[in-house]
């Protein structure tokens, strides 16, 4: 009987040894097929809009054909401290990075688009933000929290130096979640937009964790399409609806949120504001 159970054991065992087995082969034989066999094929420089829109769209044949190039995206993690290094020489950074420097379409070109981010941590999740949204005709205010450290503040700047549309805000604000001071941030970004670059037809606000789901032609399609109108979500409750430059702003939902602002503002130098 203990005969038995010893050899029942010793089978347990070599099951369990030859499931791990099989896993990490197939682990290595996934890695090494990625490495060498997928990286015979050269990486698409573009894509149109409708394959993007196939893949979120769940087709399963288009998701099987990007995932083939999955190897192109592989990267390194990004420290502030290399944004420092890379920015030393802007073109090439703007180069590597993979900056798109031209407008794709006429009428994104006569549409220029203002964007405000509002970050306080990662700045390569930031920076990828951007790199995604960027178009040369656009605008964009990048505002990091008093907060945050000074390699943070140091690798935002650097990276905007690179561009002369992109920018960092010059009020600093010390921004605290569900308060005022977040829309403080906003309208921080709104007045340098206002004053210093005031070709732009709509103001987008994001977060530096936000990710677009959107191409700039679409956006620019679905703006044109509000015609002046703006798309701003609000709730009155108890807090306070603010009126700035005659456009309503919402600061808080019920839940102590920012919605996102979709808003036109004539290019006015007037900053004061009234409740």
Known sequence: MLARCITVKKFVHLLLFLIFAAFLCQHVFRRLYTSHTLSTVPCPSTVNESFCDSIFEGSAPSVAYAEQFAWCNRRDVMHDGDYLSLTKDCRRFVTERGYLDHPVTDEELEFPIAFSILMHENVEQVERLLRLIYRPQNVYCIHVDKKSGSSIHRAANAIAGCFDNVFVARKVVDVYW???????????????LLDDYPAWKYYVNLMGREFPIRTNHQ?????????????????????????????????????????ALLVQLAPRKETSFKK
């Open 178 to 192: 569900g308060e005022y001071t977040l829309l403080e941030a906003e309208l921080a970004c709104l007045r340098q």
């Open 219 to 259: 956006l620019v399609k679905i703006f044109k399409a509000y015609n002046g109108a703006n798309d701003v979500d609000g709730t009155h409750h108890r807090y306070c609806i603010v009126l700035y430059l005659s456009i309503y702003i919402a600061p808080l939902n019920s839940h102590g949120q920012t919605e």
